[in-house]
């Protein structure tokens, strides 16, 4: 899978060496809003159920009663239209995490 999100320029999560993962989601990081959405649906095409996955909290509605608003933070903004959570849950069979990985693979 490196050797892939390498080549398309795609990150994965990035976890600091003294700290430990606390597996409750996987998300990959597309390098433009436009791979992120041309991702989701190929995958829906495939019914392969990826979500758009972060909505910054100043642009949430307490973040606008707030006086939240766009440009405040470019960066949490900039990420959030990239970011996709894949499927991760208990009962992900292999044979299910098998076809989700290859046809991520056949995605560029």
């Keep these: 899978m490196d050797a892939w999100t390498?080549?398309?320029?795609?990150?994965?999560?990035?976890?600091p060496e003294n700290c430990e993962h606390p597996y409750h989601m996987f998300?990959?990081?597309m390098p433009t809003h436009e791979k992120c959405t041309d991702l989701i649906k190929y995958l829906k095409?495939?019914?392969?159920?990826v979500v758009f996955h972060y909505l910054p909290l100043h642009l949430s509605q307490m973040g606008n009663k707030f006086g939240g608003k766009v440009g405040d933070c470019p960066v949490t903004e900039d990420v959030s239209e990239r970011l996709?959570?894949?499927?991760?849950?208990t009962n992900l069979s292999?044979?299910?995490?098998?076809?989700?990985?290859?046809?991520?693979?056949?995605?560029v």
């Design 27 to 29: 998300y990959l990081l």
């Design 45 to 49: 095409e495939r019914d392969i159920i």
């Design 94 to 107: 292999k044979e299910d995490q098998n076809y989700i990985l290859n046809e991520l693979k056949l995605f």
């Design 6 to 15: 390498n080549e398309n320029n795609i990150r994965l999560p990035a976890i």
């Design 84 to 89: 996709v959570r894949l499927p991760f849950y």
